[in-house]
């Protein structure tokens, strides 16, 4: 994992000043280093028995429909509102100022449904919790939680007490 860390740039002071930011574009452009991301979230779900795998909107997306084929599931966007044209369940949930608000089609997932969840990013947890409510809202069971980056001194871990959640790279800075 140290090599898929070295093709992530850190670009400090973005979105505003004191943030450091894991840009994971400089991973994605590389062929070994997307591979080896999916290859290894490939090997951490095989035995899971997942039916659906959901992207959060926007960078879920690139992980979740990849490692959907690859374990020979179905893929699910969740999205803010607005962007799904059936009908639709909803959560909304706090931010650090303010809420926002995530969508999922409320026939995506099947009761008994065994889901995993997947997005770039594990910060505050709140956005990964939020759709662990709206699969359980629709009767589907969360198998897991994978994320590419988790930034470790935040407490989203925390958040998502009692589910499997993996991580390829953490950071504790």
């Not at 994971?24 to 290859?39: A, E, F, M, R």
């Amino acid at each position: 994992m140290d090599t898929l860390k070295q093709l992530i740039r850190e670009v400090p002071d973005f979105p505003k000043p004191g943030i450091l930011f894991y840009d994971i574009t400089t991973l994605l452009k590389d062929p070994g280093g997307l591979k080896s991301s999916i290859d290894a979230f490939k090997d951490q779900y095989a035995d899971l028995g997942v039916d659906v795998v959901i992207g959060v909107e926007a960078r879920g997306f690139i992980f979740a429909p990849v490692l959907a084929y690859a374990l020979g599931a179905g893929f699910v966007p969740v999205r803010k509102p607005k962007k799904l044209p059936a009908e639709r369940a909803s959560v909304t949930y706090a931010l650090e100022y303010g809420t926002d608000t995530l969508e999922i089609h409320k026939d995506a997932v099947k009761p008994g449904s065994r889901v995993l969840i997947v997005d770039d990013l594990l910060a505050t947890g709140g956005t990964a919790k939020a759709v662990t409510e709206l699969v359980e809202g629709l009767g589907g069971t969360v198998a897991g939680l994978g994320f590419m980056v988790e930034l470790t001194f935040l407490p989203g871990r925390a958040k998502l007490d009692g589910y499997d959640v993996f991580s390829l790279l953490q950071y504790d800075k």
